[in-house]
């Protein structure tokens, strides 16, 4: 089973990570934005091959979860690190607000259906993760879930937890690799983002007033979000905080731990035996 490889930014295992002392920059001596382009680059180029590995050894799937405030950069995230990858290799699933289907079937329904199979890479940009985030700071938002027990019981978001860590180990244990990734944006980075978006034309579809009133809940879901990353964060499914306010370190640095985790699993081509290497020749020569 997979387990976390090591990096700074790696939630601890044992509960004690603290969102208010996490970083939201990169630490002193970073590279340059050029310099950190160029690595990026170099490290997709190397995550194509491991993609390819990954479909031909067909045992193992990954699974890369990506959770943050607004304006994170969730998106141009998932679209750097995997743009040089085969998309028949990978499926990006959105979970948003869940249909009347999803609500008549338990929180981790939907998510089950959009794993990726084997030999793939799956991508969910948001996920079960909203059933702990944003309902927790709604939690009206339950009500449309009709269980028929207690929901203002603080319990509920511990067993969901609970729900969680097992499903995900359920996961590893059957050949997922599971990283998940908190981006770590600073509430002024934010701002100066949601500014942008209205200043400029071709982004201003990306705003919209009730990201205002989240934002107003800021506190809150910080809280959230340090009571789910402590509660799940496992070596066999970890969470890496990463600091967003800089989007070139921040898309260097997922996609770094990204090729490290897929490295870890010993990838290699399937070896054809003596005898299968004699039928390919034999095969050869017949070819005209």
Not at 112 to 136: C, D, K, M, Q, T
Not at 167 to 193: D, I, P, T
């Amino acid at each position: 089973m997979f387990e976390a490889i090591k990096s700074p930014y790696l939630v601890p295992f044992d509960g004690s990570f603290r969102v208010g002392s996490a970083p939201t920059a990169p630490p002193d001596g970073t590279p340059g934005k050029g310099e950190l382009k160029d690595r990026l680059e170099e490290t997709v180029d190397r995550l194509d091959d491991l993609q390819r590995r990954l479909y031909a050894d067909d045992r193992w799937s990954v699974l890369l979860v990506f959770q943050a405030m607004d304006a994170a950069g969730k998106d141009s995230t998932i679209r750097a690190v995997l743009r040089g990858i085969n998309p028949q290799g990978c499926q990006v699933s959105s979970f948003k607000q869940p249909s009347k289907r999803e609500l008549d079937h338990d929180f981790l329904w939907r998510i089950n259906s959009a794993l990726p199979e084997r030999g793939r890479i799956g991508v969910f940009n948001r996920s079960h993760y909203e059933e702990v985030l944003v309902v927790r700071v709604h939690p009206e938002y339950l009500g449309g879930q009709r269980i028929p027990r207690d929901v203002s019981s603080p319990d509920l978001w511990k067993e969901r937890f609970e729900s969680i860590r097992n499903f995900e180990e359920h996961l590893a244990r059957n050949g997922y690799l599971v990283l998940k990734f908190f981006l770590n944006v600073s509430r002024e980075e934010q701002a100066e983002r949601f500014r942008r978006r209205i200043d400029r034309p071709d982004k201003n579809w990306k705003f919209s007033e009730g990201d205002l009133a989240e934002r107003e809940l800021w506190d809150h879901y910080m809280e959230a979000y340090e009571a789910a990353l402590n509660g799940t964060s496992k070596p066999w499914a970890p969470w890496y905080s990463i600091p967003a306010d800089d989007k070139p370190f921040l898309r260097h640095t997922v996609a770094r731990i990204v090729e490290g985790s897929i490295l870890s699993l010993g990838l290699e081509f399937p070896r054809v035996s003596e005898e299968g290497r004699e039928e390919l020749r034999r095969l050869r020569d017949t070819i005209v």
